[in-house]
Each structure stands twice: as C-alpha cells, then as structure tokens.
C-alpha cells in the first residue's frame, strides 16, 4: 500500500465528513460546506490516482466499481452544490444535505471495502 495515497484518501475523509455532516447539522447547505467537498474531491482523486499507478491500473471488483462510482458522485455533488449556491435556491440550499449523505455512505464504500475483504480472509 502506498503511505501517501493512504494519506491523500483519508484526508478526503475528514474534508468530504466535515462537509456533509457540518451542512447536515446546520441545516443550510453554505459556501463553506462546497470549498470542504472540492477538498475532499480533489484529495480522493489525487489519492486514487497514486493508488492506481501502485497497483498498476482499475480492478474490476467492488472496491475498484463502487470507487469509480464515488468520484463521479463527488464531482456531480459538488458541481450541483456550486450551482444551488450561484442561484441562491432556498428551497435546494435546505434539502441539499439527503443527497449529500447519500453521496458520503456511497463513497464510504470503496473506503472501507478493503478492511471488510482483510477481514473476511
């Protein structure tokens, strides 16, 4: 495993979560709760990227599908959420969070695919 790719994806972890959960808990989607999903986007991106060129290109099993899967969703989030934003969309910038807890449980699952396939052997 690759220390830095490990780091970079992690840190998207705490960007994307801090970002979910602090418009979840507030109620009201924020400028603030964009820049930590872009963070969290941009590191999971590097971070996947790095672990690709380690282990030599995309698997074809849950973990590298669901992966894929999370990226285009994090990057539809955090374009729909620039766009609720630029338009001031009341009713949006308050609904906004279902979907982006949906988007975090999809993306906690090529996250912690690993450990459950370390636990299972």
Same mark, same amino acid.
């Given at each position: /495993?690759? &220390?830095?790719?490990?780091?970079? +994806?992690?840190?998207?972890?705490?960007?994307?979560?801090?970002?979910?959960? $602090? *418009?979840?808990?507030?109620?009201?989607?924020?400028?603030?709760?964009? @820049?930590? %999903? @872009?963070?969290?986007? +941009?590191?999971?991106?590097? $971070?996947?990227? #790095? /672990?690709?060129?380690?282990?030599?290109?995309?698997?074809?099993?849950?973990? $590298?599908?669901?992966?894929?899967?999370?990226?285009?969703? /994090?990057?539809?989030?955090? @374009?729909?959420?620039?766009?609720?934003?630029?338009?001031?969309? *009341? @009713?949006?910038?308050?609904?906004?969070?279902? %979907?982006?807890?949906?988007?975090?449980?999809?993306?906690?699952? &090529?996250?912690?695919? &690993? #450990? %459950?396939?370390?636990?299972?052997?």
């Amino acid at each position: /495993m690759n &220390p830095l790719a490990s780091t970079f +994806i992690t840190s998207a972890l705490v960007f994307y979560s801090v970002g979910v959960w $602090g *418009e979840r808990l507030v109620g009201r989607l924020k400028w603030w709760n964009f @820049v930590f %999903f @872009v963070l969290g986007l +941009i590191c999971d991106t590097v $971070g996947t990227g #790095m /672990m690709l060129e380690y282990v030599g290109g995309l698997s074809a099993d849950v973990h $590298g599908i669901s992966g894929v899967i999370a990226i285009v969703l /994090m990057f539809v989030h955090a @374009v729909w959420a620039l766009v609720v934003l630029v338009k001031k969309d *009341e @009713v949006w910038i308050t609904k906004f969070h279902r %979907f982006s807890v949906f988007v975090w449980v999809v993306w906690l699952i &090529p996250y912690l695919s &690993p #450990m %459950f396939v370390a636990i299972a052997r």
